[in-house]
């Protein structure tokens, strides 16, 4: 695979709490050029990145992060906003410990009704995936599923462990068919792209493919 087939892929990310708007605005420039499918912002610098790129970009930013335990109306509101403000994308964190605890109709409906505020634009769910058990992480497959959701997501980078091969592995055969898979988190090189690809992945969460390529660029 071409490097430049492998930016399609990805979701230039930049989450840390410390990030300004020149490195949002750096990070849009970086992805513009290097064709990437979008950028992976906080939600409080969607409007001026989407004020600065236009129809350039697609803007993607996460819901209830990175915890998801906020409650289900706190992160409808966030969506409503997010969207009002140009997303293009969403992101939502699921409420783990809901899950942990096997109330699986709240975890459910909690995609549902962000979905159903996303309409037609994408929503993918981030469900942590180094904090559950294999039984959960399938059940995870069947929810995301039913409740209607564009992709699953393994990680949001910011816990214990990010993605792996195997899990991305198993959500290649317990997802639905139109449930596609991003993975997230720990992706540090482009032959670690192309597995993730190669097992299903049609998006990558990361940074780091493209600080790669910059560096290449400028030896």
């Known amino acids: 695979m071409e490097r430049k087939d492998v930016f399609k892929y990805v979701d230039h990310t930049m989450l840390r709490q410390q990030s300004t708007w020149d490195d949002i605005k750096q990070l849009c420039d970086d992805a513009i050029t290097f ?5 992976c912002i906080p939600p409080c610098y969607v409007k001026q990145a989407k004020d600065y790129t ?6 993607c930013t996460v819901i209830g ?7 289900t109306a706190v992160k409808k509101y966030e969506t409503e906003d997010a969207l009002t403000n140009g997303a293009d994308e969403i992101d939502m964190v699921i409420n783990i410990g809901e899950l942990r605890a096997g109330n699986y109709a709240y975890v459910k409906n909690e995609i549902a009704e962000l979905k159903n505020i996303c309409g037609k634009k994408i ?8 904090l559950l058990t294999e039984e959960e992480k399938i059940k995870m497959c069947s929810l995301v599923t039913e409740a209607g959701a564009d992709f699953i997501k393994t990680s949001t ?9 195997e899990d991305v592995a198993l959500f290649s055969k317990h997802v639905g068919k139109n449930v596609r898979i ?4 720990g992706i540090t090189s482009f032959e670690d ?3 993730f690809i190669s097992l299903g992945a049609m998006r990558l969460g990361t940074s780091r493919i493209v600080k790669i390529a910059k560096t290449e660029d400028n030896a």
């Open 35 to 39: 064709g990437t499918a979008s950028v």
């Open 157 to 165: 980078g910011f816990s214990t462990a990010g993605a792996t091969f």
């Open 193 to 195: 792209a192309e597995k």
């Open 65 to 71: 992060f990175p915890n998801g335990y906020a409650t």
């Open 54 to 59: 236009g129809s350039r970009m697609k803007i």
């Open 123 to 130: 929503l993918k769910v981030i469900i942590e995936t180094c």
């Open 182 to 185: 991003k993975a997230a988190g």
